[in-house]
């Protein structure tokens, strides 16, 4: 069965940091990968998506950067953290644009002071 | 753009009724998909139902039931013989056969003893 991770749950940072939130899925083979934000009482907004290794869509200009080094391997980064970056995290694996589910990780929480 | 409207931050329901969430879209597409999340408290989102827009039969699953009304873009979800465990954020979601999927701000349902 095909599950999904993301790490680390919980995490910290002052601003200016940089970021790095891993994300891996198994079970399953060229998955598209997605990473949400998701803010404090608000609903879900899509950051990037990748349809396969090395191709990442980005749907909002910002700070952050997405990698797809691996085919089931999908990280977040930044190089210097804002306030603004703090959220909760998901990412998030379907197969294919034919409509199915999207299937969530655990989520990360960050928190920028 | 399609966009997914959720206009009830907030609902409660008696243990053992029955509530109605609501959720309204807006797309020129002909061929998509329509969900409910659930995301209790651990914060995991979980599918909760889905219906096939070229379906005219409302998808159900056990005391989850949707109201699909296509032609006027609406997308409601009932829930049957509430239970404390069904206490959480309910997001209506949008997905094109060829996009990713897009959330609506979202709906906290309590569920009183």
């Known amino acids: 069965s095909q599950t999904i991770h993301q790490w680390p749950a919980t995490l910290v940072q002052p601003v200016g940091s940089p970021l790095s939130l891993e994300c891996t899925v198994e079970?399953?083979?060229?998955?598209?990968l997605y990473w949400y934000r998701q803010a404090a009482g608000r609903g879900l907004q899509l950051l990037f998506y990748?349809?396969?290794?090395?191709?990442i869509s980005s749907e909002v200009p910002q700070n952050l950067s997405a990698s797809r080094p691996q085919d089931r391997q999908f990280i977040l980064s930044s190089k210097k953290l804002l306030l603004s970056d703090s959220g909760f995290y998901l990412c998030a694996w379907s197969q294919g644009f034919s409509g199915g589910e999207l299937f969530f990780g655990e989520g990360s929480r960050l928190t920028v002071l | 753009a399609q966009t997914v409207t959720q206009s009830q931050p907030e609902m409660s329901v008696q243990e053992a009724e029955t509530v109605t969430l609501s959720c309204t879209y807006d797309?020129?597409?002909?061929?998509?998909?329509l969900f409910w999340y659930k995301q209790p408290p651990s914060r995991q989102m979980i599918l909760v139902i889905r219906?096939?827009?070229?379906?005219?039969q409302n998808a159900t699953e056990n005391r989850f039931s949707v109201n699909f009304q296509k032609a006027a873009k609406s997308f409601s979800l009932k829930i049957s013989d509430s239970q404390l465990g069904d206490a959480a954020m309910y997001f209506c979601a949008y997905r094109s056969a060829t996009n990713d999927m897009r959330f609506g701000a979202g709906t906290r349902l309590t569920v009183k003893p």
């Open positions: 079970g399953t083979s060229n998955p598209n």
């Open positions: 219906q096939e827009a070229y379906k005219q």
């Open positions: 990748s349809v396969g290794i090395g191709q």
């Open positions: 797309t020129s597409e002909s061929d998509y998909y």
